[in-house]
């Protein structure tokens, strides 16, 4: 029997209805929180701005450096896509969406779990009657942060969920120049032929300079149950100008999608270079939520970080964040026993 594209697959994504007790009240911005705010989460530094109600995030950095005043590019702090709205991304592109370019914001709360810090940053849309929460998850010493968003539909009828960002950030490069700039480490992926890391400029993926707002972008993604057929769900983004690095990973064993390309709000001259990071969404995986009202639906999980240096560093980086974060605490870790491989059955699963 044929599946109907258009149905979500609940193992992308986490279903519930009423798991976000309290209801919003006000759609205003709270008066106690200033036009900018910082959130220090171990070696990083995330700055907001607040425009108009509306929450901006700047360029995410290490820790005890400062931006300069002319680092002034920002971008939508989360990215959602309704179906019905008209999308204000310029061709195909996931840059901010709508509601996600009108969403208010509402507050921001820190929480903590153990050794875990958390900081969730709450939006609403009064049209859709949405209520969109931003999580940051930080472990104290890394430079590396968790980060996923989830959506509940507070309103009476359903609506469709296009795509809902795991993660964004803003500033990567100048945003007419960045081809000079940036320089874009994945890992290219086949069978038995695996992790292989090449260097590309914007541009030899796809993202072209072209003086203005670009309606291209340099992308990556798959899609079904083999997370990396093609490449590893990560990606390195250096700017050689500013001596920057950032990087992430998606943390999802299904479908998952990335770009960089530039963005404006004001007219088509670009101000600001973007990368959206997220799991399945319905351009690029047929993956479409239907969000009844009372339910909430978790995007998948990505690791989002930014170190001073090059490629080196921010694979240390991630290696010191997996083998913090994602490793359980397992006696063979500490012993360090012999672990054999037998995929390629040189043993046909018979060792002795």
């Not at 109600?53 to 680092?71: A, E, H, V």
């Not at 590893?232 to 390309?261: C, D, K």
Request: with cysteine.
């Amino acid at each position: 029997m044929p599946k109907n594209r258009r149905v979500f697959l609940k193992s992308t994504g986490a279903v519930a209805a009423g798991l976000l007790a309290p209801k919003l009240q006000a759609m205003s911005v709270l008066a106690d929180v200033g036009s900018t705010f910082v959130w220090q989460a171990g070696k990083l530094l995330f700055n907001f701005e607040i425009s108009e109600g509306r929450l901006r995030q700047r360029r995410l950095i290490p820790n005890g450096l400062t931006l300069k005043s002319n680092d002034m590019s920002s971008g939508v702090e989360v990215a959602l896509q309704c179906s019905g709205e008209n999308s204000p991304d310029q061709g195909m592109k996931s840059a901010m969406g709508e509601p996600g370019r009108r969403l208010r914001f509402v507050e921001k709360r820190e929480e903590s779990a153990g050794k875990i810090r958390r900081l969730v940053l709450v939006h609403a849309d009064e049209l859709l009657k949405l209520r969109v929460e931003s999580v940051y998850e930080a472990i104290p010493h890394l430079s590396v942060v968790r980060r996923y968003s989830r959506v509940t539909n507070e309103g009476s009828s359903t609506t469709g969920i296009e795509f809902l960002s795991s993660a964004m950030l803003h500033g990567l490069a100048d945003p007419q120049n960045y081809d000079h700039e940036l320089r874009i480490h994945l890992a290219v992926n086949s069978w038995m032929s695996e992790a292989q890391w090449h260097t590309l400029r914007p541009s030899e993926m796809g993202f072209v300079e072209n003086e203005r707002t670009s309606w291209s972008e340099a992308q990556a993604g798959s899609v079904g149950s083999w997370s990396t057929e093609r490449y590893l769900p990560m990606a390195i983004v250096q700017n050689l100008r500013l001596g920057l690095t950032w990087f992430w990973q998606v943390e999802h064993n299904g479908s998952w999608y990335w770009e960089l390309s530039n963005s404006t709000f004001r007219g088509i001259r670009a101000d600001n270079v973007y990368a959206y990071i997220g799991g399945p969404d319905d351009l690029h995986s047929a993956a479409w939520k239907g969000l009844k009202p009372g339910e909430t639906y978790q995007t998948v999980p990505v690791a989002i970080g930014v170190v001073e240096g090059g490629f080196a560093q921010a694979v240390e980086a991630l290696t010191h964040y997996r083998r913090t974060a994602c490793m359980k605490p397992r006696v063979d870790n500490a012993k360090c026993s012999v672990i054999f491989n037998d995929y390629m059955n040189c043993l046909w699963g018979d060792p002795t």
